[in-house]
């Protein structure tokens, strides 16, 4: 899954969170504007991952994988599961901390780890990224 001792590894999960940082303040700033205006969390979750997975797509393609022949399909599948993940998780989290703030962001932390997983190894192979 993830090689420790390979310098590459690193400097690819180094990528992954510098574009992680950005994708998540733009996922998750549209999320907590969608809630400020009173949207249901779970309506406001399905728009802000919708818009996100967008604005992922490119970042994660362009920048921290730089895949010449960018995997669409395999991304838009990840990122359907990445949405089952991140319900389940915003449920579980709400249930503890009671605000759609700090649910919506504990969401997002674990998602995230998995995520990384999940793109390295299923949607960009090792001979796309660079």
Same mark, same amino acid.
């Given at each position: 899954?993830?090689?420790?001792?390979?310098?590459?590894?690193?400097?690819?999960?180094?990528?992954?969170?510098?574009?992680?940082?950005?994708?998540?303040?733009?996922?998750?700033?549209?999320?907590?504007?969608?809630?400020?205006?009173?949207?249901?969390?779970?309506?406001?979750?399905?728009?802000?991952?919708?818009?996100?997975?967008?604005?992922?797509?490119?970042?994660?393609?362009?920048?921290?994988?730089?895949?010449?022949?960018?995997?669409? @399909?395999?991304?838009? +599948?990840?990122? %359907? !599961? *990445?949405? /089952?993940?991140?319900?389940? =998780?915003? #449920?579980?989290?709400?249930?503890?901390?009671?605000?759609?703030?700090?649910?919506?962001? @504990?969401?997002?932390? +674990?998602?995230? %780890? !998995? *995520?990384? /997983?999940?793109?390295?190894? =299923?949607? #960009?192979?090792?001979?796309?990224?660079?």
């Amino acid at each position: 899954m993830f090689d420790w001792r390979d310098r590459h590894e690193w400097l690819l999960l180094w990528r992954y969170y510098q574009a992680g940082i950005v994708n998540t303040l733009f996922g998750y700033g549209f999320f907590a504007v969608l809630v400020w205006t009173g949207l249901n969390i779970y309506v406001a979750q399905v728009i802000a991952h919708v818009g996100g997975t967008v604005f992922n797509y490119v970042t994660y393609s362009r920048y921290t994988f730089r895949s010449r022949n960018t995997p669409v @399909g395999r991304f838009v +599948v990840s990122y %359907a !599961l *990445n949405y /089952l993940l991140s319900v389940v =998780f915003l #449920f579980g989290f709400e249930q503890v901390f009671r605000s759609p703030y700090l649910s919506g962001l @504990g969401a997002v932390l +674990v998602v995230s %780890a !998995l *995520n990384f /997983l999940v793109l390295k190894r =299923f949607v #960009f192979n090792e001979k796309e990224a660079g």
